[in-house]
């Protein structure tokens, strides 16, 4: 069946090739030819484009070496004076490229879900034919999936107490792509409380004396500094330009499409105050912020105070330190270790998504990738899934603007949420819903009340986005409206599933019955079916 699925996919991401792809198409087919063409000393100096290198040095590689290939196939292609160039060929070969590398990410879904006795072909489907990934991947243009088997091989270690592959896996994905920096704090917290300190005795019942192993640290720090040294060893004279690149702060609080995160919400906020303010008699600047362009730059807000890079910075390290202090104290049984520490990557993504500085709505895979697989591994955790998959696929689509994908976004989000909603609940004993028989029908499974409600006004808005916004003629005078109400709508969403999780986490204690172990069959904390 896996093998069966793996030729689906495959064929599916043939038939997106000669479709519409976004400017990070010429980025890294800009980032071929700088690599091809440049000593290492000049890549990250070089900027005949505006699409500048700004990825790790690993990733510097990679393209490096794609690029050897992509020369056989097509000169031109390497050639950095060819600006936007898309000759077939060009196409052809960036997009095998990214299904070709796909397969790191097939074979770490595979492992993954190897891990799952109950729900194992589920977890694997869920993983591979994410909607969010295929879009933006295959689609939209991107290697997320390639990135993502690094995290998967990195979690599968863990699991399997392989403590120092955890730590090799994580620093070859931190030296790929720098933004998973932002869950690097659960690998310190995890791997210093369950490698580090080791039980030195115990009474059976009660106790258990720890003591913390410098041997076990020194093994940690030689394997991340290796990695660090072989990536960044060769640019050693230019490591704060390579800084500079890799951290662009003058990008701006918000990409051009708001992700919708809490600075989305933020930012409505600003533009509503700036509006209904003076009809109460307070004045405000009339000046009008460049973000209702959509534009990627440093901008002042009218009414609420500016935003900093430090202020984001202070705001997602806060916003994780209690899910990081549990996770210290969770780890206290081994049993249940890796099933918090997966939990823990979940919240502390959904803190950096919404509370960091110019988080991409892409980063919402962050979330997804590890809430997948835990989704068949307890009744909240697939609840939450459900409900938080919808909506950050949904909050994807206006990454793929041309009316002519529409169908195909439908097809993928109605497709994946079929399957899930189609055969999660299975795993569990979901409560009967009361009112009429129509009500039950409408009601979606394992959701609730408000969960269901809110799902459904999803349609109202792609209705609204799609051809009232268009009725109405207002697509000329406020062509960012659609992209608005779609990044705050969805940030509210988002903004509930991370209170919601963050509390399940932050109330788990080991007295509860347990959720899934990834060794055992499912169980939740009432009765299953």
């Known amino acids: 069946m896996i093998n069966q699925i793996i030729v689906l996919l495959t064929t599916f991401k043939l038939f997106f090739i000669p479709l519409y792809h976004s400017t990070d198409f010429e980025v890294h087919r800009n980032w071929l030819a700088i690599t091809h063409n440049l000593t290492i000393d000049q890549w990250y100096y070089e900027s005949t484009s505006e699409w500048t290198l700004d990825y790790p040095p690993f990733f510097a590689w990679l393209e490096y070496g794609l690029s050897h290939i992509a020369k056989l196939l097509d000169p031109e292609i390497v050639k950095l004076q060819n600006l936007n160039y898309e000759s077939q060929m060009t196409i052809i070969f960036q997009r095998l490229s990214v299904i070709i590398l796909d397969c790191f990410y097939l074979y770490s879904a595979k492992c993954c879900s190897d891990l799952i006795t109950n729900g194992r ?112 060893g060769p640019f050693i004279h230019h490591i704060p330009q390579i800084l500079s690149r890799l951290f662009p702060f003058k990008r701006g609080l918000c990409h051009a499409y708001w992700a919708p995160n809490f600075w989305a919400l933020y930012n409505f906020g600003d533009k509503v105050l700036q509006y209904v303010l003076p009809i109460f008699g307070i004045s405000v600047s009339s000046s009008e912020a460049s973000m209702t362009g959509g534009l990627v730059q440093e901008y002042d807000h009218v009414v609420l105070p500016s935003i900093t890079p430090t202020v984001t910075f202070i705001l997602t390290l806060l916003s994780m330190v209690p899910a990081l202090i549990k996770l210290w104290n969770l780890c206290a049984d081994k049993k249940y270790r890796a099933m918090s520490f997966i939990r823990c990557i979940t919240v502390c993504a959904t803190c950096s998504f919404m509370f960091g500085w110019h988080v991409h709505e892409k980063a919402i895979l962050m979330i997804l990738i590890p809430l997948s697989f835990l989704a068949v591994l307890g009744d909240v955790d697939g609840r939450l899934f459900l409900f938080l998959s919808t909506v950050g696929n949904y909050s994807l689509f206006p990454l793929l603007y041309p009316k002519s994908l529409i169908g ?122």
């Open 121 to 232: 072909l589920l977890v694997f489907i869920l993983l591979v034919a994410n909607p969010g990934l295929l879009m933006v991947d295959h689609i939209h243009f991107q290697y997320n999936g390639f990135l993502y088997a690094f995290l998967l091989f990195s979690i599968f270690s863990m699991i399997k107490g392989k403590y120092l592959w955890a730590a090799f896996w994580f620093s070859v994905l931190l030296n790929l792509k720098h933004i998973f920096l932002y869950i690097a704090p659960v690998y310190v917290v995890y791997l210093l409380r369950a490698y580090c300190f080791t039980v030195a005795s115990t009474d059976g019942v009660h106790t258990a004396w720890y003591s913390f192993s410098s041997r076990n640290l020194l093994k940690l720090a030689f394997i991340v500094i290796t990695v660090f040294t072989i990536s960044f």
């Open 408 to 529: 195909i976004k439908l097809f993928l989000l109605l497709t994946h949420c079929a399957i899930a909603f189609g055969n999660l609940p299975a795993l569990y004993v979901v409560p009967k819903v009361k009112g009429t028989k129509r009500i039950r029908k409408l009601r979606l499974p394992m959701l609730s009340r408000i969960e269901c409600l809110y799902i459904y006004n999803l349609i109202g808005l792609w209705v609204y986005e799609n051809a009232i916004h268009f009725i109405l003629g207002l697509d000329k005078r406020l062509p960012f409206l659609p992209l608005m109400f779609t990044s705050v709508y969805c940030a509210l969403g988002v903004l509930y599933f991370w209170i919601r999780y963050y509390y399940y986490f932050l109330t788990f204690n080991l007295s509860m019955v347990p959720i899934q172990s990834v060794e055992s069959t499912p169980q939740h904390n009432k009765k299953i079916k």
